[in-house]
């Protein structure tokens, strides 16, 4: 008799095999397992088939496992900016693996997010507050891709978190203009982390570089 584990891995690899393959039917049916690793994967097939639902991404939104939640903040981000006030959310989720997966999932839908005042309230403060660094530099970018007014204040005050965060806000203030973002890119033009000077220096060439 196969063990337990083994049993979630053949239904999750079926679930799999199933958004692959057009069974809609078996990759709904993942979404009722008792599996976190199957239940994600059911997110990913239907998204795959283009069976995916809002009341199913915003049900696994509020899954109890960490890994659901996440996997449903990614694939929510495809239904378009209507999901973009669920998947804020979960900016205050106590996983940061979660908060992390949103501030991919905001990102990844990009100015469509700008007239989101919560959700540029929150990623504001994950960029300038979260615990994790991970977290805090995936809402740097997250910010940057969005490109709104608000978050180039938060992109300017993450150039003093760590090396990893200085380097993605100096890629975020691509989407920025002004005295601030000028003076910025020249004060990390001296920063002791070299990846920091080179991204300073990159987006600083490509702002000099004459346009035809």
């Known amino acids: 008799m196969p063990g337990p584990d083994r049993d979630a891995t053949r239904r999750r690899r079926e679930v799999a095999v199933a958004g692959h393959c057009g069974d809609i039917d078996a990759a709904r049916a993942g979404l009722r397992d008792e599996m976190p690793s199957v239940r994600a994967t059911a997110l990913g097939a239907l998204l795959r088939l283009g069976h995916l639902d809002r009341g199913e991404v915003e049900a696994g939104l509020c899954d109890p ?40 999932a905001l990102g990844e839908l990009g100015p469509a997010v700008a007239a989101e005042d ?14 994790d660094a991970l977290c805090r530099e995936a809402a740097v970018a997250a910010l940057g891709a969005i490109g709104a007014p608000w978050g180039c204040a938060s992109i300017l005050a993450a150039l003093a978190d760590k090396p990893a965060v200085r380097r993605r806000a100096v890629l975020a ?8 973002v000028d003076a910025a890119l020249e004060r990390a033009l001296l920063d002791r982390d070299w990846q920091v000077r080179q991204a300073a220096e990159d987006l600083s060439g490509d702002r000099r570089a004459p346009t035809s």
């Open 173 to 180: 203030l691509a989407a920025y203009e002004g005295p601030d």
């Open 65 to 104: 496992a960490p890994e659901v939640r996440a996997r449903a903040a990614e694939v929510g981000a495809a239904l378009g900016s209507v999901m973009a006030q669920v998947i804020a959310a979960l900016l205050d989720d106590p996983d940061p693996g979660v908060v992390e997966a949103a501030c991919f």
């Open 118 to 131: 919560r959700a540029g309230n929150t990623l504001a403060g994950v960029a300038s507050g979260h615990r």
